[in-house]
């Protein structure tokens, strides 16, 4: 991950995301791109269109970024930092940013105190997640720049699991943070033999020290999950789903209200293109 990509509109959760930013990129060596957008209203009559508004580009908007910049740079050291302003709408500005600079990863904030909540309904960051081709970060506001030490990736066996595992490995292995592959399953037996198989063909695929497996048992999975986060004392949830089943699962498993109460640890998602399981489960 060489180029990481932070929205901000200097609210203070998207200034907490640039600066969780900004850590990462130190470990990383990573350049950051800081991006900005505005919308110019408009207003459509029977006869004209009527720009609402002057562009939003001030000194004001110039100083903000140019402290965001600073700051990022005290955090992170001597790391490329670009910035960018733009005149679009926020998703079209974040993917158009994406393809240009070959971003590797987004980081995006939530709002409010709600957590997880904010971003996985009803939100800008809910729409973005769900509509961007590179890996995200989600930083809720309460989220710290703390070390990372165990992050989960939490797997229902998917074929390219292995290749989400090993860009996981490019951020942890600089901490050395301990990754725990993990496993949810309503049903005992199936879950152990399942993780069992996973574990005995994935290890030959990882070339990393600091891999552990661990499978959960829950009637519900989203419970499970949630427990899984706090019992492992988790700094980070990582996932590889697509994109509609993930927000189908968040519909029916109220995953909003029972992530909110992880509102410190962030959600690291990876796109597939479509499930492709390895193993019927």
Not at 97 to 120: C, I, P, R, S, Y
Not at 130 to 141: G, K, S, T, Y
Not at 160 to 171: K, M, P, S, T, V
Request: with cysteine; proline share 4%; hydrophobic share 45%.
């Amino acid at each position: 991950m060489k180029t990481i990509l932070v929205p901000t509109d200097f609210s203070s959760h998207a200034t907490n995301a640039v600066m969780y930013a900004a850590s990462l990129a130190g470990l990383l060596n990573a350049k950051v791109i800081l991006f900005h957008s505005y919308h110019v209203p408009v207003a459509i009559s029977e006869y004209s269109v009527i720009l609402m508004a002057e562009p939003a580009i001030d000194q004001n908007t110039l100083d903000e970024l140019q402290l965001l910049e600073k700051r990022v740079k005290e955090i992170a050291g001597n790391i490329p930092v670009e910035t960018i302003i733009r005149e679009d709408l926020l998703l079209d500005g974040i993917r158009a940013v994406v393809k240009e600079k070959e971003v590797d990863l987004l980081v995006l904030g939530t709002l409010g105190a709600k957590g997880l909540e904010e971003v996985l309904i009803g939100s800008h960051s809910a729409y973005i997640l769900e509509n961007v081709d590179c890996p995200v970060l989600i930083i809720p506001a309460c989220a710290s720049q703390k070390k990372l030490e165990k992050i989960i990736y939490a797997t229902d066996f998917q074929f390219n699991d292995f290749r989400y595992i090993n860009q996981l490995i490019d951020l942890a292995r600089p901490s050395q943070a301990q990754i725990i592959i993990t496993h949810i399953s309503t049903h005992k037996k199936q879950d152990e033999e399942l993780m069992a198989w996973f574990k005995e063909i994935a290890e030959p695929n990882i070339a990393y020290p600091f891999i552990s497996f661990k499978s959960f048992t829950g009637d519900q999975v989203l419970d499970e999950l949630c427990h899984a986060i706090k019992f492992l004392e988790a700094d980070m949830v990582c996932m590889a789903t697509a994109r509609r089943s993930f927000f189908e699962k968040i519909l029916h498993g109220s995953l909003t209200k029972k992530m909110a109460y992880h509102c410190e640890v962030p959600l690291l998602a990876f796109h597939l293109e479509e499930s492709k399981k390895l193993y019927p489960v």
